[in-house]
């Protein structure tokens, strides 16, 4: 049963959950290897680069999580003021998004000569309102990872009105929502692969059509991913930190995915790349949320300390990578022979300055301004 909050009783946000942040660290970086390495050059764990892809739904799916477990009670008990959390929100995302469309205009000529002039300019405008996901052909304009801001802006829209839902009494009526939740995401890749509408022999990471565009980059395809770890917290709230189940449940996650991956063809693209994770990114985060070795080894400081420019990383990746090859200074300092490996040392250690001398001093600077 839901504890009794007094009016008027300031809820205390909780404990930091640092093995969840820990796993961001590779999260992002399986997405830059995603983007610019070849899988083969990682052996045995190349399906897991190969399905890079799967790491943006984990963060969408942790993005739920992490907002409910931090915000749920307060809303709970009337004391989440939906203005103050979207200025919050607009404070923590917008100024690394907005760097990365300044240092995305190197590509203005190719986004103009690959789209009509309608759409060109509908990508100058949408893009810096983070609305540009909304139009599947303009979804990856200027910078392609940041499509996935507008769905994380229109999710943190609807956030507050989640944030308020009932606390569950009980475990498996719960479960049993979060399982149709989970269903629910299904459907749209689920759809995909009766209709093919883009008539494509065969459905990878390479293909392209304006329906897969859609489920791939759109915000509502996205959207059951988000609500599953809003759903998550509160489940996450019945199991005590130290159970052993959540130990099993972590490793059970880690390891049903990697042999789902190693699957390759066999599984549609259409499924893997969101819904069909679902319960297994689940299971991971309630492990990592428990009090375990597991959670130990991956919420160690190095990991820890890279993970929290993890949003950094990910948001900035093409642009640094592009800035760091157009310029020729890997050739110019004879260090070109240790490429791409140094190239991703350096990626997160620009994303690293980005975090603490462009978005904590800008995001302060933001909440000075307007509140949050």
């Known amino acids: 049963m839901a504890a ?3 009016p008027g009783v300031e809820i205390s946000r909780p404990v930091r959950l640092d093995a969840l942040t820990g796993l961001r660290c590779f999260a992002a970086i399986n997405i830059v290897l995603f983007h610019f390495s070849n899988p083969q050059w990682f052996g045995p764990l190349a399906p897991v680069v190969n399905a890079g892809y799967a790491s943006v739904s984990y963060f969408i799916l942790l993005s739920g999580f992490v907002l409910a477990y931090n915000y749920s009670d307060k809303a709970r008990a009337g004391q989440l003021s939906k203005v103050r959390f979207w200025k919050s929100r607009f404070t923590r995302i917008y100024p690394i998004y907005f760097l990365s469309l300044l240092l995305s205009w190197d590509m203005l000529s190719s986004e103009y ?3 009509t002039h309608g759409m060109f300019l509908a990508g100058l405008v949408l893009a810096p309102l983070l609305l540009q996901g909304w139009v599947p052909s303009i979804s ?3 910078n392609t990872p940041a499509w996935t801001m507008s769905a994380e802006a229109f999710f943190y829209f609807l956030f507050p009105w989640m944030a308020k839902w009932k606390k569950p009494e009980r475990m498996t009526p719960h479960i049993a929502k979060m399982a149709g939740v989970w269903v629910l995401g299904l459907i749209p890749g689920s759809l995909y692969l009766y209709f093919n509408p883009d008539g494509l ?5 390479w293909s392209y059509g304006p329906w897969l565009q859609a489920l791939k980059f759109t915000p509502l395809p996205h959207l059951a991913s988000f609500v599953f770890g809003v759903m998550l917290a509160s489940l996450d709230q019945m199991i005590e930190r130290a159970h052993p189940m959540r130990l099993f449940l972590g490793i059970f996650g880690f390891g049903a995915i990697f042999w789902l991956l ?3 063809r066999e599984i549609p693209f259409a499924l893997a790349h969101d819904g069909m994770l679902m319960p297994l990114f689940g299971c991971i985060v309630l492990g990592l949320a428990g009090e375990n070795l597991l959670s130990r080894v991956i919420g160690n400081k190095v ?11 990910y948001l900035l990746h093409f642009n640094f990578w592009n800035m760091l090859h157009d310029s020729h200074i890997l050739n110019r300092l004879g ?3 240790y490429d791409p490996w140094i190239s991703y040392l350096i990626l997160i250690a620009l994303s690293l300055v980005a975090l603490h001398f462009v978005e904590k001093p800008a995001r302060k600077q933001l909440r000075a301004l307007i509140g949050g």
């Open 262 to 264: 190693t699957l390759g």
């Open 335 to 337: 260090l070109a022979v």
């Open 113 to 115: 000569k690959a789209h």
């Open 140 to 142: 990856t304009f200027l």
């Open 303 to 313: 990991l820890v300390f890279v993970g929290e420019g993890s949003y950094c990383l």
């Open 4 to 6: 009794y909050v007094q």
């Open 201 to 205: 022999a065969h459905v990878d990471r």
